[in-house]
């Protein structure tokens, strides 16, 4: 149990910390100004989609054996991490430029 428990749990903190940072560096990317609700909601949503991402890889993570091959499975997951948080804020980007070109100007 422990032997499992453990690298499940390194899993997900490391997940979550990859999906916070992969946010921190689309808004940075993106030069929009800071406003606080718009980048705690970024940060929120990359931690989300990293448990959901961590959820659907820990039990392959869990049962390599050798700690090499479990680094580069953690490596695997920081990348996938950030190609949906990439993908994220790519959809949300153009929605919001979609929007705004549908707005009615009075």
Not at 69 to 76: P, R
């Amino acid at each position: 149990m422990v032997e499992t428990f453990i690298p499940a749990v390194i899993a997900f903190v490391v997940g979550a910390i990859a999906g916070a940072g992969w946010a921190v560096l689309g808004w940075a990317k993106s030069g929009d100004a800071f406003e606080a609700k718009k980048f705690v909601l970024g940060i929120v949503t990359g931690v989300i989609a990293a448990v959901v991402l961590t959820l659907a890889q820990v039990a392959s993570i869990v049962n390599i054996t050798d700690p090499t091959q479990q680094l580069y499975a953690l490596i695997g997951l920081v990348l996938a991490i950030g190609g949906a948080d990439t993908l994220r804020t790519g959809i949300s980007g153009a929605i919001a430029n979609r929007a705004v070109e549908e707005k009615p100007t009075p």
